[in-house]
């Protein structure tokens, strides 16, 4: 059975980390996987986990935004490949309708961010409606991920079922040692769908009412110059650590204390799952799938509500039991999504719709 495993970028995200993980962990015996990027190689280390699993990756040489080259280049690799399957990421599935249209097999799509705000309307509309046809089977990252999908497009579970993202659980859990400030961790691209600028925010009231704190950011995007100039006006730079674009995420999580999250809109962010097999409570907004991962292990609040995120933060920096308790069930939580159990649910897709 013949799989190609299409993503936009190799970047640091969430769909990317997942892509990643799924291409590595398939089993060989079953399925021959290989892996396109539509865009040139960028040295990303999901590129050498890739490659030194020894599966190929193709480029598409993808500049700017909309490519026709681009498109035609994939159409060439697809069809010297002849997948059985064509399993897209993101913004990947519009360059591989064409060829799709055109040949047997069958397109996987994976959902990674709530459905309605994945694309326009209509764009929405078009690949809803080719799942409707069976040509597109949609796949959600999480139960909560699916309930959304169907509310959105009023059809049966059966035409969107749901497979949890991966996280590789024996890479994380390493906790650090007491006797060091609380340190809270935020990790995700530094852009405005995020939100760190409330972690920030709060920052200043958290130290006032819990004494010394220290804050991870660990991303890169277009957001940083203002965040780090929030932090200077704020007067927290000194507790503020702008950790950049790391291929080690564990080494950062296994010095920090509690994961905390502020972002506007996620699907099943695989960061949150890396914060919680790394034994990290959770604090987090309620959005996307984020009631899938936090329960019993943190705490949810309200989308952009800077008291509550303040209140949340003091807490868990004042109260160590707290900390202990809820990092244990994260850490327990976080043993439903291994990388191995995503990537069996997926083969068994994969050969019920090439009928293998």
């Known amino acids: 059975m013949k799989v190609a495993i299409i993503v936009p970028v ?4 969430g769909a990317e980390n997942m892509a990643a993980q799924l291409a590595v962990n398939l089993d060989r015996s079953q399925v021959d996987v290989e892996v396109i990027s539509m865009y040139p190689r960028q040295g990303h280390v999901f590129e050498k986990k890739i490659e030194d699993a020894g599966i190929p990756i193709h480029y598409m040489d993808k500049q700017g935004h909309a490519s026709l080259g681009a498109m035609g280049r994939l159409w060439k690799c697809l069809s ?73 497009y009023h059809c049966s579970e059966k035409l969107y079922p749901y497979v949890n993202n991966p996280v590789e659980l024996e890479k994380y859990y390493h906790r650090k040692q007491d006797g060091t400030p609380v340190t809270f961790i935020a990790v995700g691209r530094l852009e405005e769908r995020k939100n760190q600028v409330l972690i920030i925010h709060a920052l200043p009231e958290v130290i006032r009412q819990a004494g010394d704190v ?10 940083k110059e ?6 200077e006006r704020l007067g927290v730079s000194h507790s503020v650590e702008f950790a950049g674009n790391q291929n080690n995420p564990q080494d950062y999580l296994s010095v920090s204390d509690v994961f905390v999250s502020a972002s506007h809109m996620e699907g099943l962010p695989l960061s949150v799952l890396e914060g919680m097999a790394s034994g990290l409570p959770v604090i987090s907004t309620d959005v996307g799938a984020m009631r899938d991962l936090v329960q019993g292990n943190g705490t949810l609040i309200m989308d952009n509500d800077l008291e509550a995120l303040i209140r949340e933060m003091v807490r868990f920096a004042l109260d160590p039991e707290l900390r202990q308790r809820c990092g244990e069930k994260s850490r327990e939580m976080a043993k439903a999504y291994d990388a191995e159990s995503c990537a069996r649910a997926y083969t068994e897709i994969y050969r019920k719709l090439s009928g293998s």
């Not at 190799?10 to 995200?13: K, L, V």
């Not at 220290?214 to 957001?223: A, R, S, T, W």
């Not at 203002?226 to 932090?231: G, P």
């Open 10 to 13: 190799f970047c640091t995200g």
């Open 226 to 231: 203002f965040l780090v100039q929030e932090a």
């Open 80 to 152: 010297i490949m002849k997948p059985d399957i064509i399993h897209v990421h993101m913004y990947s599935v519009f360059y591989a309708i064409p060829w799709i249209a055109f040949h047997k097999a069958t397109m996987v799509r994976t959902i990674h961010i709530q459905p309605d705000q994945e694309f326009t309307p209509f764009l929405r509309w078009a690949l809803h409606s080719g799942a409707r046809m069976g040509k597109i089977f949609p796949v959600a990252i999480s139960k909560a991920n699916r309930e959304q999908a169907l509310a959105l």
């Open 214 to 223: 220290k804050l991870i950011l660990l991303g890169d995007g277009e957001m």
